[in-house]
């Protein structure tokens, strides 16, 4: 087994047996689960009694069609008067009474409780009595609550036509929907890994510039094959941690609730087309690439493990930025903020590929977002590649800045 090879293995074991490797699985696992299961999770731990409200009909309307009790709201209509229903709310009996009057021709409520109501259950009944008043005035045309109902639940179907022949057909409202959901996936997935592995590699490299371990391991091994092996045993430990997280969580999704999230992954899925997740694969990879070629070469700067963070601050803020350009996106991809960051390497891993999925773009544009950030890793590999020779036997005091010019004085 070559020296190259048998450091990539050593550094894999090493890293994939860490209890932090591990525990940063079980926390995506977590918290993606979290949010596609929160509904389950609410209704398991959160669930409280329904709010219990007495409705009063002083219109001459089937008011009592239009409110329907649910798991949050239990409605009751109670025969007696104002005063003797207040008095219930008072003695506990109800939550809330809710006293709805003709008022011009429009629908008024006056909601009597005894203890104020939370934030959640005030929209819910709030709500409630919007949409009642809009069936209340349909209703004033004569027409019963079941048409009223129908009239306001009618949905127009609506295509899509694009006369210009030559550009690509316009996406559908499900699939930009998807691209959104899809892209901010990977948004996330980048966003989390280039904070994991680029602060890993740089640590890695500092501790081991900063113990003198680089010393003894650079006598027998040339700076430019460990520089390499650190790469690509860190890369191949960020795909075995997406691989990882991508079955566990496929078969959480299958066995879970009878497959019903794993049918709306699927869902969200067939909505998506082939060309956005070649696009949004090579974005991801190549963007974690970039970042760990950034995270060797700081490490290779610093003089110990505790100059690393400092060091990796910039590289850091830039993936923050492109996550919360990628955030403001989600609503308006299509401004020009969004097409600016779609190109700059450091962030068009998680900005392009909104674009592809939500937004009508030629294929030109992608294409020319994917051959400035391969340009990029190209460039930024072989100056690291260059420093890394120099710079990682080299100790001075300063910061980067001075770091660099110091390294700069030194020939290979």
Do not use: C
């Not at 525990?23 to 696992?29: A, E, F, K, V």
């Not at 109670?78 to 006293?99: L, M």
């Not at 008022?103 to 109501?117: E, F, G």
């Not at 179907?157 to 409202?173: D, F, Y």
Request: glycine share 6%; net charge negative.
């Amino acid at each position: 087994m070559s020296k190259f090879w048998l450091l990539v293995k050593q550094l894999y074991k090493q890293k994939i047996k860490a209890k932090s490797f591990i525990i940063s699985i079980i926390l995506y696992i977590g918290v993606i689960s979290v949010a596609m299961f929160w509904s389950n999770i609410k209704e398991a731990f959160f669930q409280d009694e329904p709010l219990k409200v007495a409705l009063l009909n002083e219109t001459n309307a089937d008011i009592e069609a239009l409110f329907k009790s649910s798991s949050d709201i239990e409605f009751t209509f109670p025969s007696e008067g104002i005063s003797e229903v207040e008095q219930q709310v008072i003695a506990g009996d109800f939550d809330a009474a809710i006293f709805v009057r003709d008022q011009n021709k429009s629908l008024a409520a006056d909601i009597a409780t005894y203890k104020p109501l939370t934030f959640n259950d005030q929209q819910n009944l709030s709500s409630q009595l919007q949409y009642a008043g809009k069936l209340y005035e349909v209703q004033q045309l004569n027409l019963t609550a079941e048409q009223a109902e129908k009239i306001l639940q009618s949905q127009t179907a609506i295509t899509m036509k694009n006369l210009n022949k030559e550009s690509e057909s316009g996406k559908s409202e499900d699939e930009k929907a998807a691209g959104i959901g899809a892209s901010f996936l990977v948004g996330f997935l980048i966003y989390s890994f280039v904070m994991t592995f680029l602060s890993m590699i740089t640590t890695d490299v500092a501790s081991e510039k900063g113990s003198r371990v680089l010393e003894v391991l650079l006598a027998s091994v040339k700076p430019s094959t460990h520089f390499m092996a650190k790469l690509t045993g860190t890369f191949l430990l960020a795909l075995t941690q997406i691989m990882t997280l991508l079955v566990v969580q496929s078969l959480l999704f299958m066995l879970i609730d009878n497959g019903s999230k794993w049918d709306a992954v699927l869902d969200i899925v067939n909505e998506l087309s082939y060309g956005f997740i070649g696009y949004a694969v090579m974005f991801l990879l190549l963007t974690i690439m970039l970042n760990l070629i950034i995270g060797a070469l700081l490490g290779s700067l610093v003089s110990k493990v505790e100059e690393s963070g400092q060091a990796m601050m910039p590289a850091m803020m830039l993936g923050i930025l492109g996550f919360y350009v990628l955030l403001s996106g989600m609503y308006s991809p299509d401004t020009l903020l969004i097409k600016i960051f779609s190109y700059i390497p450091f962030t068009s891993g998680m900005v392009m590929p909104l674009r592809i999925g939500a937004t009508d773009i030629s294929s030109f544009e992608p294409m020319l977002s994917m051959l400035i950030l391969v340009g990029t890793v190209i460039l930024f590999f072989l100056i690291s590649l260059s420093f890394y020779k120099r710079s990682v036997l080299t100790y001075s005091s300063g910061g980067v800045i001075q770091k660099i010019k110091t390294v700069l004085k030194v020939t290979t």
